[in-house]
T-cell receptor, first 113, second 110 residues
Framework: SQTIHQWPATLVQPVGSPLSLECTVEGTSNPNLYWYRQAAGRGLQLLFYSVGIGQISSEVPQNLSASRPQDRQFILSSKKLLLSDSGFYLC????????????FGPGTRLTVT | QKEVEQNSGPLSVPEGAIASLNCTYSDRGSQSFFWYRQYSGKSPELIMSIYSNGDKEDGRFTAQLNKASQYVSLLIRDSQPSDSATYLCAVRSGYSTLTFGKGTMLLVSP
């Protein structure tokens, strides 16, 4: 069966510090991968998605970036965090296809102070 | 701009009642529809998907789709306190990414 991991689970970082969140998927190959952010009281905002190694699509221009160095690894980064970057960061995967379901990882709760 | 609208709630129902959660979407070309449940502080988990007009039942859950009215609903029969959560509606058009609603909070009282 497929499993999706995210770490760390929680993170408290000062404004201006760098960020690196990691997501890995097990039990499948060539998944579509996604990064979402859910701010307090708000909906899920798609940040990036990837359909293959090195292929990244950005949905929202901001100070975040994403990379996919391996087939089942997706990394979210920032060089300098802003207060507004606080939120619940969720990685998700799906198989290719119109009807494919999207499964979420456990998430990383980021607080920027 | 593709939009998915949900009443934020909370929707309060007594234990054992039917909870009805509704969702409307703006993109008439949407083909796939999903319902997720999100407990407080946790990540969303997939409950059901529906692709054709009509009803789809899975245990206590029934998803209903009306493409002409651009309307999706989720019925939860025999609601339990453990069903208390936020329910997210998600819509996909073709091979595009999912668009999520902001969710409806459901509270089931014992």
């Amino acid at each position: 069966s497929q499993t999706i991991h995210q770490w760390p689970a929680t993170l408290v970082q000062p404004v201006g510090s760098p960020l690196s969140l990691e997501c890995t998927v097990e039990g499948t190959s060539n998944p579509n991968l996604y990064w979402y952010r859910q701010a307090a009281g708000r909906g899920l905002q798609l940040l990036f998605y990837s359909v293959g190694i090195g292929q990244i699509s950005s949905e929202v221009p901001q100070n975040l970036s994403a990379s996919r160095p391996q087939d089942r690894q997706f990394i979210l980064s920032s060089k300098k965090l802003l207060l507004s970057d606080s939120g619940f960061y969720l990685c998700a995967w799906s198989s290719a296809g119109e009807a494919s379901w999207q499964y979420f990882g456990p998430g990383t709760r980021l607080t920027v102070t | 701009q593709k939009e998915v609208e949900q009443n934020s709630g909370p929707l309060s129902v007594p234990e054992g009642a039917i909870a009805s959660l509704n969702c409307t979407y703006s993109d008439r070309g949407s083909q796939s529809f999903f319902w997720y449940r999100q407990y407080s502080g946790k990540s969303p988990e997939l409950i059901m998907s529906i692709y054709s007009n009509g009803d789809k039942e899975d245990g206590r859950f029934t998803a209903q789709l009306n493409k002409a009215s651009q309307y999706v609903s989720l019925l939860i029969r025999d609601s339990q306190p453990s069903d208390s959560a936020t329910y997210l509606c998600a819509v996909r058009s073709g091979y595009s990414t999912l668009t999520f609603g902001k969710g409806t909070m459901l509270l089931v009282s014992p």
